[in-house]
């Protein structure tokens, strides 16, 4: 889901990184009230583990590839604003090394897999986790529904900033400047392989990592739970 | 041992067993991310490289593009693969860094 350089013409990416520096804003201030000193090292593994669990490429046999961002667990344990944080790091990082992600995109990537996903994913949660037990099998449902929600919601937002490039740039003889697929052939893309594969790792790695903290420290799940207001 | 120490250990293990996110594909012949072709593989697609994607896809060459070394490309899985776990180790250590800066200086001007 990482948008290259090229894919997006100046439009897109403008508008972009335009709505996600209110938002990095307000994830600042709000982090800034909220995280506490003893905090500051999660922050830092919900960065890295969202950096390393993307370089695990699912194959399609045959087809493309994807992978988790393992943003929407980054979101269950410290709060949707500090995972924007964190995952925004992480992509930056991405982008500017590794050129995984264009850097006229960042924003658009920001946008959705920093911002979209985790938030998708932290409601979702809250919503399906309602008054559930801390050692309850639905908190862990939960976390494997957030995830696939999340990462599909995202995925699908991708598919129509890409699909709407075609729409608005192309050349006098109808050639696309920038994504060469509309709509109808990037939204589908993109839903489907998250909806089918990539959906399905996202709600693994989550609700595995939630069950696992369940018996190992459940305190780990009330963290983020009580800061997000 | 505390959990803090258990899930540094565990992102350890995940900059191990990256190399899988490169053999796997490679193995089921999987090809990139939908959307995430070069400029070579858009020209195969579609039959050209739209004008704007082919100025804009060169704007910033980064220093280890796809987690692998410059150079490299020719080389077999098992080169590819220490340069993957090198990449995360790299990847990890800024992107902790990065963070812990960021957290921190966060914290200090909420006090």
């Not at chain 1, 090292?41 to 493309?64: E, K, Q, R, Y």
């Not at chain 1, 269950?76 to 995972?83: E, H, N, R, S, V």
């Not at chain 1, 991708?158 to 696309?176: I, N, R």
Request: hydrophobic share 55%; charged share 10%.
């Amino acid at each position: 889901m990482h948008i290259p350089d090229g894919y997006l013409g100046p439009a897109t990416s403008g508008v972009l990184y335009a709505v996600m520096l209110p938002i990095w804003a307000v994830a600042s201030r709000i982090v800034r009230k909220t995280l506490k000193a003893r905090q500051v090292p999660m922050l830092a593994i919900g960065a890295a583990f969202s950096f390393v669990i993307m370089m695990f490429n699912v194959p399609i046999p045959g087809g493309t590839t994807g992978h988790a961002v393992g943003g929407v667990l980054v979101a269950i344990l410290l709060g949707p604003w500090a995972a924007c944080i964190a995952i925004t790091v992480a992509l930056v990082v991405q982008a500017l090394l590794f050129g995984d992600g264009g850097i006229t995109a960042i924003g658009a990537n920001c946008f959705n897999m920093a911002f979209v996903l985790p938030f998708v994913g932290y409601y979702v949660y809250k919503a399906v986790s309602y008054n559930a037990p801390a050692d309850s099998s639905r908190k862990v449902l939960a976390a494997g529904v957030a995830g696939y929600i999340g990462i599909s919601v995202a995925a699908v937002l991708a598919g129509v900033e890409f699909g709407v490039q075609p729409l608005l740039h192309h050349t006098a003889s109808g050639q696309a400047l920038y994504c060469p697929y509309g709509l109808n052939v990037a939204v589908p893309a993109m839903a489907g392989e998250h909806l089918l594969i990539f959906g399905w790792v996202e709600a693994i790695v989550t609700a595995l990592v939630v069950k696992y903290l369940q018996k190992q420290d459940p305190s780990f799940l009330q963290a983020g739970a009580s800061k997000a207001k | 041992m505390k959990t803090a120490t258990k899930l540094w250990i565990g992102l350890g293990v995940l900059i191990l067993l990256s190399p899988l996110g490169l053999i796997l594909p490679e193995h089921f012949k999987a090809g990139a991310a939908w959307g995430e072709w070069g400029t070579d593989e858009m020209q195969k697609l579609v039959g050209y490289v739209p004008k704007g994607l082919e100025k804009l896809s060169s704007l910033w060459s980064a220093p280890i593009p796809n987690y692998a070394f410059k150079g490299w490309e020719e080389k077999g899985l098992p080169h590819l693969s220490f340069a993957y776990i090198m990449s995360a180790v790299v990847g990890i250590a800024v992107v902790v860094i990065l963070a812990l800066i960021i957290g921190k200086a966060l914290i200090k001007k909420g006090d």
